[in-house]
DNA sequence: TTGTACGCGTTATCAC
DNA sequence: GTGATAACGCGTACAA
């Protein structure tokens, strides 16, 4: 590592001021070519490394942004995560991540370290919508976007989907199918008004359709693959179970696939599954996944261009945006085998 | 956002220096109860928050650590991240992640940004081990440690697996089953050395069994599942395609499944395939599949501490730990149809 | 136990 | 076009 060389140390070689070593940096045509080459020359010869650090603190911009998302490892926010480093990147900025598992009161501990690491503004898939965490940061006027909500109004920036009009499609799609008894295995609500959201609209659309609604038919459970299976085997083992499932995302799904497969049932013809998300592993298992998709690498690119954009003050008033989400039919869902 | 206070201004208030102030933040224990409390009362009053970059500023020392991959959107990476993530955040650090793509003028721009923004280490899974970005950051002495590699020795810190004896014992483990006829699907040489030692691995192992190497039965491909799917295709083509394939890793893995049914083929019994990484997805399809499973997880913690060590000087030679990576046999692999 | 004074590397505001 | 110098918020000798 050895010693750090600083602009006095390249002032003092190129016999300059350090103001114009700065100028060198941040504005080279305001430097004569002569003295601007003879600073070169002097950054090469003492090994200068800029500091964006010291930059940072000079001008009280860390040219950071903190990004909170529930966690890294599920594909869905690794790709809207690609998204915002891709943007953030190119705008010069870097991302400070911080994973909540879902747990409202990490969300809380990460958006105070970041804080203190002077993150110019935050991108978070909240775990409360209308906790004390983004309550507080409204009300400091704190930059701000949420991403993977549905929010149409309000103080708070958001780029999202409609997940209820994501739960309602994928539930629709299913009765268009001619299934009845369909069951759901939903995010837990205490996890996000997205896994609700998603719910209501399954809810919804059955009254739609004439279809009571069966509490039984419905787990709330993680996001994970491994909930799937263990909340289809417990679907599937009801005295009457139902002939497809919603799931509220794709990790559930495809546990859930793998669950009836273990009971011995044969997809989809014993069982359609629709999922919520759409990864891209989705499209290479057999069946192939019938899912909602959300454009989560355009959600995060987008979500980031908003946040930039009110860092830099160039909007001042909260904006709305909701992606569309799309039903992408494919091979996980078909008609009951017994319509009655 | 308003203004921030400073330290300055709960010195003023609580009518105590600035230096007390910074006392009670950094080690209360010096402070007398009455004071600190005093002080605590006035960081209340003004709503003082720590600026934890003015720190880093005036200690020199970011508490940052730069993590170059290939790209987060693959779920071996967004697991060893994880990693990562969680031992740093332990210890007061955080992650700025780059992503380089596979490629090198990429890795290369990246570390330069990084280490503008005073990184104090880098974690580096390299697309080119012998490349000047890493001799360079060696030569510097810089705290660096490479993941995923394999390296045995020399001035680099590692934490990898044995990619060579992971290759081998997939390829081993085909033979074992009576397969002679097998192909791979290695990663592009030109992404790293782990690309090449897994195909090494899988020649060694056909040379020890006797078979002979024939180079239409490798493809050289992106580590994605559509890279998979195509590979899987061109091999399934030929005159005399093989009855099994290795993969470089489990995307490209998934994706030759993908491909051999869409070619109609029927899995395992006309192809076995083991792949790469042991993603969990791959215990939730059918059929579940074979693989060498590497503990990304526990690389990337281990990997964050060998590296935080050295940055704390704790450490001054470079280690270098191969996990153990491990067959995981499942329902992907079984004997070819017709042995002859 | 507490206070004074300076340094960290850069930017920004004046002068010249 | 260039130079001198005061911030920026905190840590830390050293002194009291």
Redesign the pocket.
């Known amino acids: 590592m050895g010693i750090?060389s600083?602009?006095?140390d390249v002032a003092r070689i190129a016999?300059?001021?350090?103001?114009?070593?700065?100028?060198v940096?941040?504005s080279p045509e305001?430097?004569?070519r002569?003295?601007?080459e003879n600073v070169y020359q002097a950054m090469r010869l003492c090994h200068?490394t800029?500091?964006a650090l010291?930059?940072g603190?000079?001008?009280?911009r860390s040219h950071s942004i903190g990004l909170i998302i529930p966690t890294i490892t599920n594909p869905i926010f690794a790709e809207s995560t690609r998204g915002i480093q891709d943007v953030a990147d190119e705008y010069g900025y870097h991302v400070i991540i911080g994973n909540s598992d879902y747990q409202y009161k990490q969300e809380e501990r990460l958006v105070a370290v970041l804080r203190e690491r002077q993150v110019e503004g935050f991108m978070i898939t909240t775990t409360d919508l209308r906790g004390k965490v983004i309550s507080s940061l409204l009300h400091e006027r704190f930059p701000l976007v949420l991403l993977y909500s549905t929010v149409r109004k309000g103080g708070i920036s958001a780029v999202g989907v409609d997940n209820f009009k994501g739960g309602f499609r994928a539930t629709e799609h299913l009765v268009s199918r001619g299934h009845r008894r369909i069951g759901m295995l939903a995010g837990k609500f205490s996890f996000s008004d997205r896994s609700y959201h998603r719910w209501y609209g399954y809810r919804n659309c059955l009254k739609k359709y004439g279809i009571s609604y069966d509490p039984q038919l419905v787990v709330q459970s993680d996001y994970s693959l491994a909930s799937g299976r263990n909340g289809a085997v417990r679907l599937m083992n009801l005295n009457n179970p139902p002939t497809a499932i919603f799931c509220a995302n794709d990790y559930i799904a495809l546990g859930a696939m793998e669950g009836a497969r273990q009971m011995g049932l044969s997809l989809p013809d014993d069982l359609s599954i629709v999922g919520f998300d759409g990864i891209k592993i989705g499209s290479f298992i057999t069946p192939n996944l019938t899912t909602i998709l959300q454009p989560a690498y355009e959600m995060g690119k987008v979500g980031t261009q908003v946040l930039l954009n009110q860092i830099q003050q160039k909007i001042k008033k909260p904006v709305h945006i909701l992606l569309e989400t799309q039903l992408i039919e494919r091979q996980s869902t078909t008609r009951p085998k017994a319509s009655h």
């Open positions: 750090m600083t602009i006095r016999e300059v001021s350090t103001a114009t070593v700065s100028r940096i941040n305001k430097v004569s002569e003295t601007r200068y800029y500091n010291a930059r603190f000079a001008t009280r």
